[in-house]
């Protein structure tokens, strides 16, 4: 009988590892929005083949992060005005919908975290902590809605928006005003005031579109 330790380990899911690589790669902006994917490099970057990579790609282009061109080029998605507006419509809606919903009880979200989440970012502008904080904030918004099937339903769009944020933080100063706003907003839920909350919210969305508009007339 054969020891436990002779026993054969599984083996990773390489497809699966270069999924989540590349994910991340892309959510955080190192693969910038509209970059070309070369295989090749990202073989090379990743330390894996180029067929689990190229598998990775398929799936996130069913996930619309991925852009496959008729000569089986692949580049990040990169959304144009009137497709990020969209979007951010979308997400201001259930965000709007989620605040309304609680009926002015407020009290229960996480304000003072986030208030120190945000004011560690102000002082170093780190572009990958900022979208993995403003992802955490937005989701929380939603997670107070008595409404459990809201988080599933943003759930598709989260994603998306993520790249948005990627393209919109580009401008100077952004990470910096985007966390101002955010403050004001949290003063809002402090004071578990919604309609004052949802107006802060509009004004954060319609600062993050005009942000997205001028880093693609600049790109």
Do not use: C, W
């Amino acid at each position: 009988m054969k020891k436990e330790q002779d026993k054969v380990r599984p083996r990773p899911n390489l497809g699966q590892i270069a999924y989540e690589e590349l994910k991340d790669m892309i959510l955080t902006g190192v693969l910038a929005p509209g970059e070309r994917i070369v295989l090749d490099s990202l073989s090379q970057i990743l330390n894996l083949s180029v067929t689990p990579i190229r598998d990775a790609l398929n799936k996130l282009a069913q996930e619309d992060l991925i852009v496959i061109t008729p000569r089986t080029s692949h580049s990040v998605v990169q959304f144009d005005a009137s497709g990020a507006a969209d979007i951010l419509d979308l997400r201001l809606m259930l965000e709007m919908y989620a605040l309304q919903s609680v009926g002015g009880n407020l009290a229960a979200f996480p304000v003072q975290h986030f208030r120190d989440l945000f004011a560690s970012i102000s002082q170093d502008e780190n572009m990958r902590d900022f979208i993995l904080a403003d992802n955490q904030f937005h989701a929380a918004i939603l997670a107070i809605s008595p409404n459990q099937r809201l988080p599933r339903l943003y759930a598709y769009l989260q994603n998306l928006i993520q790249i948005i944020s990627v393209q919109a933080i580009k401008t100077e100063g952004r990470i910096v005003r985007a966390n101002d706003e955010h403050l004001a907003l949290l003063d809002a839920i402090a004071s578990q005031d919604v309609e004052l909350a949802i107006s802060r919210l509009k004004m954060h969305f319609s600062e993050m579109r005009s942000a997205l508009l001028l880093s693609l007339s600049i790109n």
